[in-house]
């Protein structure tokens, strides 16, 4: 595994960033990666590059009380995925999505380090991380104690 030794940051999610987010998904990852499936032909069309700017529009970047607390993932100051943290009645759920040409360099790690740090600033005890068993990278990530059911596996971590 290559390792990176670029500057690692989150950046909250901003109109201006938006546009590099969908830059990112676009050029490095499968739309049905880094948002909910949209009808119609596969790929990066025009009615999936809408949809991808709405969903984050109306959930991170949404007036008021946004839904999420959404971040740009940033290496060396470009855009290579994103990270969410959004409260629940179990605690704030964390997800993660880098760009394809960025996964097995290290990046999750310092990302879900970060993270934890920015839920405990925002007030969050408890955050709770979801993927599935197949998805072998985040399961690393979630580490032993993590718990499978099925196809899903969770983790759940206390803040102090």
Known sequence: ??????????????????????????SDADPLEVMPPVAGEAGWNAKRRQAFLDFHRGRGLRPGQPVEYTYVIAVAGHVVGAARLQPGDDGFEAGVWIGRSYRGRGVGRVVAEQLRIVAAEIGARRVVAVTTVGNSAARRLLGAAATVSGDTVTATLELD
């Not at 290559?2 to 989150?10: A, D, F, K």
């Not at 999610?13 to 990112?24: C, F, G, V």
């Open 1 to 26: 595994m290559q390792r990176n030794t670029e500057p690692i940051g989150l950046e909250p999610l901003t109109e201006h960033n938006l546009e590099l987010l969908l830059e990112a998904a676009v």
